[in-house]
């Protein structure tokens, strides 16, 4: 399997707004693909089509060979066991402690002794610098906190492909540079395919293997970093000449 | 796939020590600990892939044997093995982080659109819960630990300090107002029928109601407007766990019952409101008062009276669980869905219990 997800002809819609408008698309296994596109061109509409959370109104999403909105309930299972998602706000349980956010996928979709799902926990929370925040509540981080926190559930399960929407925004150069070199070790030593929507030109640099583009609904490009520089079309060149949208 | 073969204290594992071998590699760990009084080797030529669960176990066996004052030795780890027990040993490598604006016409057709798709998910949502808040009645898995308590005392206990209040108001006012009608004929003595049958039948349950609506109604769709807002749902659906399950179906469980329990306690003090305006006004005893109170009520009161509320809590959770859940927009929305469902859970409660009076006294 080259792919791992491989998207035809995808129509996403809110009500009767369309957002995104036939995107035909591949994602390579084993690398990093960068999601480009201004705000509000549907970058986060684009990953939450492909993780199911949306209906597509036209067209197919395969993930890991599997036809993500033809599942039935036990196959949605072990397409969600094997991916990631950390959310533009993090998005983690505010009810409960880091740590049990960290746990919550390792409970469900494993029967690891809870000795070994503690052991997990504490090392996905040291690997993002949080072993000291283990039992405070969401609410008592700090936003970069929470992103960390929320990437740690995102790999709790070191999953195949990882998402991330928009991981670096907000958080200081030090700590996105050292967030970029965690990404790459999870793609280096687990070998896991991931896709992240950035706008951050640094880390775009740093990390990217793959960079596709949407614009008003379309893809518009999709080729590596230097491809995207000399492409010719304009709105990429742009970006890529400034910086930002 | 892993194959594990033990010879005196070396032990040989072969294949993958990932996520779904773990367990197996733990359990044979866990027979041997007991067991061994010497230092033990792990031989990981022949592993061709781990991941952090495998590293948690080298991790938890090292440990072990620590405590026994034993030491765990790997042996011939390939560089790319030895790299990932790098990243994921708990503890030791640490990141050093510190448009167009629609025509009249179009507008009405969209909201007539929206509408109906609401109605659509409204009877989805309500069909879900039901659904699985009788499953989870049998089975607790997928719910929230601690969360059936938790929730009863936010529902329940923390609003019995102003439910108590204006039960005992309202029972004073209905006693006032009628006291000095009843005077006029000699009847004093009814007020305490008066009370009774109105707080028992209709005011209890639907103070409750309107207490609880304010209070527990708008905090039920804020939270799961937030949870919207800030991904949260979604989260919860990626990780392959039912939000509706998870989220919705505690509070309708507790609130099922805390709800009655808040409502008896409300008519109780509602009459208790009347005795006062009785004794103090109209020279009844407490005796002559309590007599007629319960001469007059019958158990199809109290029973309509606690069925009624449990419909009206039913009411109270799945608005503030449906405003919420189709809250738009940021922290703006979080407040706009909060307003809605109160409104709108006021509402239909009233409206429910003139079905209800139509139905039970008609
Ligand atoms: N739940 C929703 N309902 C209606 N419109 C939405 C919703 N979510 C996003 N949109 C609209 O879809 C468009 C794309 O949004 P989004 O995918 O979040 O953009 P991006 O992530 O690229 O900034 C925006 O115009 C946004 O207003
Ligand atoms: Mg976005």
Redesign the interface.
């Known amino acids: 399997m080259q792919n791992v997800i491989e998207i035809e002809n995808l129509v996403a819609k809110y009500?009767?707004k369309v957002i995104l408008d036939g995107i035909n698309v591949n994602i390579p296994k084993g690398k990093i693909t960068i999601v480009l596109g201004g705000s509000g061109s549907g970058k986060t509409t684009f990953l939450?089509s492909i993780?199911?959370?949306l209906e597509p109104a036209e067209g197919t999403v395969k993930m890991l060979g599997k036809i993500v909105n033809q599942l039935d309930e036990k196959e949605?299972?072990e397409v969600?066991?094997q991916?990631g998602?950390l959310?533009?706000?993090?998005?983690?349980?505010?009810?409960?402690s880091i740590s049990e956010n960290v746990s919550?996928?390792l409970e469900?979709?494993?029967?690891?002794?809870k000795?070994?799902i503690d052991?997990?926990v504490?090392?996905?929370l040291?690997?993002?610098?949080l072993?000291h925040a283990l039992k405070l509540l969401p609410s008592e981080l700090s936003g970069g906190m929470k992103k960390?926190a929320?990437l740690a559930?995102a790999?709790a399960?070191?999953p195949q492909i990882l998402f991330c929407d928009e991981p670096s925004a907000g958080l200081?150069p030090?700590?996105s540079v050292?967030?970029d070199?965690?990404i790459l070790?999870l793609k280096?030593?687990?070998k896991i395919s991931i896709l992240i929507i950035t706008h951050e030109l640094a880390s775009i640099h740093r990390i990217a293997d793959e960079i596709i583009f949407l614009s008003k609904g379309k893809l518009i490009f999709q080729g590596t970093l230097e491809e995207a520089k000399n492409s010719g079309i304009e709105e990429v060149v742009e970006f890529f000449k400034i910086g930002e949208f | 796939m892993l194959k594990i073969s033990q010879n005196e204290n070396r032990i040989d594992f072969e294949g993958e020590l990932s996520f779904s071998e773990v367990k197996q590699a733990y359990d044979t760990l866990q027979k041997i600990i007991k067991i061994t009084n010497q230092d033990l080797i792990f031989d990981l030529e022949k592993i061709s892939k781990i991941d952090s669960s495998g590293v948690a176990f080298l991790d938890i066996a090292r440990e072990k044997l620590k405590s026994k004052n034993l030491e765990l030795k790997i042996f011939n780890t390939s560089q790319d093995i030895q790299e990932v027990i790098q990243t994921f040993s708990a503890g030791k490598v640490a990141l050093n982080l510190q448009v167009k604006k629609d025509g009249f016409l179009e507008s009405i057709g969209d909201s007539f659109y929206g509408f109906i798709q609401n109605l659509e998910n409204l009877l989805y949502l309500i069909s879900d819960i039901f659904f699985w808040s009788i499953v989870g009645i049998f089975n607790r898995k997928g719910a929230r630990k601690d969360s059936f308590i938790q929730q009863a005392v936010l529902i329940g206990v923390n609003s019995v300090p102003i439910l108590g209040l204006i039960s005992l108001l309202i029972g004073l006012i209905l006693a006032l107002q009628s006291a000095e009608q009843l005077r006029q004929f000699g009847a004093n003595i009814y007020v305490a029928d008066l009370i009774a049958v109105s707080m028992t039948r209709e005011m209890g349950p639907l103070i409750t109601a309107i207490i609880l609506s304010g209070r527990s109604g708008s905090a039920i769709a804020s939270e799961v407007a937030t949870m919207v807002v800030t991904e949260e749902l979604d989260a919860l659906k990626t990780m392959g766990i039912n939000p509706v399950r998870y989220v919705y179906v505690p509070k309708i469980h507790a609130i099922t019952i805390v709800m009655p329990l808040l409502a008896i306690l409300s008519i109780v003090i509602g009459i208790a409101g009347g005795f006062l305006i009785g004794y103090f006004y109209l020279d009844l005893s407490f005796n002559a008062y309590l007599k007629e109170t319960l001469s007059v009520l019958y158990l199809k009161d109290f029973v309509t009276g606690i069925l009624k509320s449990i419909a009206f809590a039913w009411i109270i959770v799945i608005s503030g669980c449906f405003y919420g859940s189709i809250v738009r927009g940021g922290a703006e929305g979080v407040g706009k869905a909060t307003t809605a469902s109160v409104v709108a859970s006021i509402f239909m409660v009233i409206l429910a219990d003139s079905l209800f009076s139509l139905i039970f006294y008609f």
């Open positions: 009500g009767e939450r993780i199911g959370l949605q299972e969600l066991k991916i998602v959310f533009q706000n993090g998005a983690l349980l505010n009810s409960i919550v996928p469900k979709h494993t029967n690891l002794p000795e070994i052991k997990i504490e090392s996905k040291s690997l993002v610098s072993s960390r929320a559930r790999i399960l070191d200081d030090i700590t050292n967030l070199e965690l070790k280096d030593q687990l």
